[in-house]
């Protein structure tokens, strides 16, 4: 008879241990479901909620067969166009309007800071590159590549005799590539 009693009171306080883990699963889901990855709705009073007004969009903008080119800084050159001194892995492109229709040189067709991402790896001093950042502008009067409205011109480093022959060995490859911009 005592163990028929032990054996109810271990039944019964395995059963009560169960029904406890499974509420707190049960709680503990309950409130993760309420954390949604997706966007909420607006709310019909037309005000936007924190999540909404801190919410991004962008647009990905993408190009095919553009000239891309290469050269190099002599190390007295003044700062690029964006401000920054030249960085490996950086690109000039087209001022955003020509300098001889009144536009700006220092003002990009695509703005600086943007991240270039190529469809093909190019190589620059022995390393593939697969992005760029834009930095700087070039060929202020669209005379050099008219059919590219989005050339690219690869920084190949400080002027000396080896990055000259490798910059003038890379050629005039053509290139694709794509890149975001914020949506205003």
């Given at each position: ?31 993760r479901s309420k954390i949604s990855s997706k966007p909420s709705k607006p709310d019909s ?96 009067y669209y005379g050099l590549w008219p059919d590219s409205p989005y050339w690219l011109d ?31």
């Open positions: 008879m005592l163990e028929t009693r032990h054996l109810r009171l271990i039944i019964a306080i395995t059963a009560l241990a169960i029904l406890l883990i499974i509420s707190a699963t049960l709680i503990i889901a309950n409130s009073s037309g005000l936007e909620s924190e999540s909404q007004a801190d919410l991004k969009w962008y647009i990905k903008f993408s190009v095919k067969n553009q000239q891309a080119t290469a050269y190099v800084g002599e190390s007295y050159a003044p700062l690029s166009a964006s401000g920054e001194y030249c960085f490996m892995g950086g690109v000039a492109v087209h001022p955003l309007h020509p300098v001889n229709y009144g536009g700006s040189p220092l003002q990009p067709v695509i703005p600086f800071g943007t991240t270039l991402y190529l469809e093909e790896p190019v190589l620059v001093q022995g390393k593939e590159y697969t992005s760029f950042k834009v930095m700087d502008t070039g060929d202020v690869i920084y190949f480093g400080t002027a000396n005799y080896y990055n000259r022959l490798e910059a003038k060995d890379f050629g005039t490859p053509r290139v694709s590539y794509y890149w975001f911009e914020e949506w205003r």
